[in-house]
T-cell receptor, first 111, second 112 residues
Framework: QKEVEQDPGPLSVPEGAIVSLNCTYS??????FMWYRQYSRKGPELLMY??SSGNKEDGRFTAQVDKSSKYISLFIRDSQPSDSATYLCAMTRNSNYQLIWGAGTKLIIKP | EAQVTQNPRYLITVTGKKLTVTCSQNMNHEYMSWYRQDPGLGLRQIYY???????DKGDVPEGYKVSRKEKRNFPLILESPSPNQTSLYFCASKTSGTYGYTFGSGTRLTVV
């Protein structure tokens, strides 16, 4: 079993919808959680970063961590066609450890 | 512009022919890393370097070599490429003690 599980999709939703992307993990030592966005033919770019449990909001994006359930989510409000990309979750114990990555969810926002 | 530059972007080679993929960053980052990305498997770390002359194996180091003689450069060397090394490769860098990587645009390698 992988340490981090992420549904590969694709997830297709109409423009303007609220999108929910999720990852589950097995290692309770993970404390730092990240979401990266990867456009086609590009490298991943950091979107959101969260420490421990709770919510973090940045514009239309909200990252949520539930350590008791070992479950993290990324919500996108008022989704736009430009949000179409692959979203990868990543997590680690601290900066001295390597990141453990989910396989990525491909998101398609239909105009 | 702050960036990680990889070359080449695309490469088709034959089994056994040594190749080098270059990576250079202009952000004075201490930490650099090489990943390969395969469908369904996500990003897997090949090698990483915490600073000049300090390198260490990641999850899938077999068949690869790296060196870190200068802070800005971190080349990936395939001494004898095999078809199972066909993949999309990314170089990434970050400041030590932080969590946000800056990635290059990727090198798509095909070994026939």
């Amino acid at each position: 079993q992988k340490e981090v599980e992420q549904d590969p999709g694709p997830l297709s939703v109409p423009e303007g919808a609220i999108v929910s992307l999720n990852c589950t993990y097995s290692n309770s030592a993970f404390q730092y959680f990240m979401w990266y966005r990867q456009y086609s033919r590009k490298g991943p770019e950091l979107l959101m970063y969260t420490y421990s449990s709770g919510n973090k909001e940045d514009g239309r994006f909200t990252a949520q961590v539930d350590k008791s359930s070992k479950y993290i989510s990324l919500f996108i409000r008022d989704s736009q066609p430009s949000d179409s990309a692959t979203y990868l979750c990543a997590m680690t114990r601290n900066s001295n450890y390597q990141l453990i990555w989910g396989a990525g969810t491909k998101l398609i926002i239909k105009p | 512009e702050a960036q990680v530059t990889q070359n080449p972007r695309y490469l088709i080679t034959v089994t056994g022919k040594k190749l080098t993929v270059t990576c250079s960053q202009n952000m004075n980052h201490e930490y650099m890393s090489w990943y390969r990305q395969d469908p369904g498997l996500g990003l897997r770390q090949i090698y990483y370097s915490m600073n000049v002359e300090v390198t260490d194996k990641g999850d899938v180091p077999e068949g690869y070599k790296v060196s870190r003689k200068e802070k800005r450069n971190f080349p990936l060397i395939l001494e004898s490429p095999s078809p199972n090394q066909t993949s999309l490769y990314f170089c990434a860098s970050k400041t030590s003690g932080t969590y946000g990587y800056t990635f290059g645009s990727g090198t798509r390698l095909t070994v026939v």
